[in-house]
T-cell receptor, first 114, second 114 residues
Framework: KQEVTQIPAALSVPEGENLVLNCSFTDSAIYNLQWFRQDPGKGLTSLLL?????REQTSGRLNASLDKSSGRSTLYIAASQPGDSATYLC?????????????FGTGTSLTVIP | DAGVIQSPRHEVTEMGQEVTLRCKPISGHDYLFWYRQTMMRGLELLIYFNNNVPIDDSGMPEDRFSAKMPNASFSTLKIQPSEPRDSAVYFCASSKGTGHYGYTFGSGTRLTVV
């Protein structure tokens, strides 16, 4: 069974700092990997989707990388802002034909201090 | 598109009562998923449908839980009878195909059983 781990569980940084969130998974035979953001009491907002043939995706101040062979993905946030405070979840998507579901990590709770 | 629409946003019910949660997926999406989120267990997949057919319901915790998808634009998750330990946030998500383009989540239904 695929297991997805996110480290650290919580992170607090001063505004303006660059930061990296980590996601590791045990089975490298993944299809895609998707990063989400969840604000308290809210749903999940998709940030970036990395397909298995890609190594990274960028959107604004966010950059996500994927290394399937090592079972790792990172989410890089540049010049952090208080509005970035949220829980960040990575989700690994299984290959088609083997069932269609996500495996979610437990999330990293980020606090950006003004 | 309005995204994945869930109703109600909040539900408070007494133990033993029947609860029905509703979901309207994005038009054209052929996969629909029901997830439950709690502090203790994180996000758990309950059941998913492909073209309105239930594919995997192994995550449904007990026979008290049932889900239907009578057509491509509507799904329900029913709990009967409800118990306090069912209190959680229930998310619906949909995708087009097997995750190649990622998944879109609804805003969730916060269920409290007293």
């Amino acid at each position: 069974k695929q297991e997805v781990t996110q480290i650290p569980a919580a992170l607090s940084v001063p505004e303006g700092e660059n930061l990296v969130l980590n996601c590791s998974f045990t089975d490298s035979a993944i299809y895609n990997l998707q990063w989400f953001r969840q604000d308290p009491g809210k749903g999940l907002t998709s940030l970036l989707l990395i397909q298995s043939s890609q190594r990274e995706q960028t959107s604004g101040r966010l950059n996500a990388s994927l290394d399937k062979s090592s079972g790792r993905s990172t989410l890089y946030i540049a010049a952090s802002q208080p509005g970035d405070s949220a829980t960040y979840l990575c989700a690994v998507i299984r290959r088609p034909g083997t069932g269609n579901q996500f495996y979610f990590g437990t999330g990293t709770s980020l606090t950006v201090i003004p | 598109d309005a995204g994945v629409i869930q109703s109600p946003r909040h539900e408070v019910t007494e133990m033993g009562q029947e609860v029905t949660l509703r979901c309207k997926p994005i038009s054209g999406h052929d996969y629909l998923f029901w997830y439950r989120q709690t502090m203790m267990r994180g996000l758990e997949l309950l059941i998913y449908f492909n073209n309105n057919v239930p594919i995997d319901d192994s995550g449904m915790p007990e026979d008290r839980f049932s889900a239907k998808m009578p057509n491509a634009s509507f799904s329900t998750l029913k709990i009967q009878p409800s118990e306090p330990r069912d209190s959680a946030v229930y998310f619906c998500a949909s995708s087009k195909g097997t995750g190649h383009y990622g998944y879109t989540f609804g805003s969730g239904t916060r269920l409290t059983v007293v």
